[in-house]
């Protein structure tokens, strides 16, 4: 038998070296987890550290401005100047109520001319420009909810993938965008009526981005068409706020 093994201090060493190297592995193991957890951090993730920053930012500032706001006299104060005003009509087309005497107004309004929109036969094998298309691709997401995102149609709209209606007269698209459209329409002979409530204006958008969906639509599923421009669009902009069309109202391609 080895005397060594039973000396006691040759034990106590070996104690003591067995919990140094023990530390120094659970230091290093802490160190690989903390790089591996650096790196394993997800873009949200550092989103969403400075978010909670400016959330905190915003609640400081907006503590210190209450505390020199005298609600009980504020909200007298604004209740009094809302009693006190007069309401005004609101002018903007896209917010008469159907059925007013403004929507009435309106439906009785003269048919718009779109003889000067159509009778330029722009040059369809003419080059598009990208950033049109882009701009068209980015407000297409929503129109494929109902026209599938290939535009092969769907539940809900009629097929745009080659359609008549889409590479034919340009104001046809631009007025359905601007009032919307209601009722059946036939496209490559087929008849299509299957959302009853049709499809509902678009106005809201801006002329750039109206040119650009229709040019994006006309000019892609396999369709090849002019570019539609802002410039068109503006020249309809009195359509906003009339009926939903139907096909009757539109140019036969």
């Not at 106590?12 to 903390?34: D, E, K, P, S, V």
């Not at 009778?119 to 003419?126: I, M, N, S």
């Not at 882009?134 to 092969?152: F, P, R, S, V, W």
Request: proline letters at 9%; one cysteine or more; hydrophobic letters at 45%.
């Amino acid at each position: 038998m080895d005397p060594t093994r039973d000396n006691p201090i040759i034990r106590f060493n070996t104690f003591w070296w067995g919990i140094g190297t023990f530390m120094i592995f659970a230091f290093l193991l802490a160190i690989i987890w903390a790089f591996a957890k650096r790196d394993t951090q997800t873009p949200e993730d550092v989103a969403g550290v400075a978010r909670k920053e400016i959330r905190a930012e915003i609640d400081r500032a907006q503590a210190e401005t209450l505390k020199s706001f005298d609600m009980e006299k504020a909200i007298p104060q604004v209740a009094a100047a809302l009693a006190s005003s007069k309401p005004a009509a609101v002018e903007k087309p896209e917010q008469v109520v159907p059925g007013s005497p403004t929507a009435q107004a309106l439906s009785e309004a003269p048919a718009v001319d779109v003889t000067a929109i159509d009778a330029p036969a722009a040059d369809p094998d003419a080059p598009i420009d990208p950033a049109v298309m882009e701009i068209g691709k980015a407000q297409y997401m929503l129109c494929g909810a109902c026209h599938g995102q290939n535009g092969e149609g769907g539940p809900a709209g009629p097929p745009l993938a080659g359609s008549e209606w889409v590479t034919g007269p340009v104001s046809n698209l631009i007025r359905i965008q601007l009032r919307g459209l209601i009722g059946p329409i036939t496209v490559k002979g087929v008849v299509y009526d299957q959302f009853p409530a049709g499809m509902l204006p678009m106005a809201y958008q801006t002329d750039e981005q109206i040119a650009g969906a229709l040019t994006y639509v006309r000019n892609s599923f396999g369709n090849k068409a002019s570019a539609v421009t802002p410039d068109q669009v503006k020249a309809l902009r009195g359509e906003v706020g009339k009926p939903q069309l139907t096909e009757a109202d539109l140019v036969k391609p």
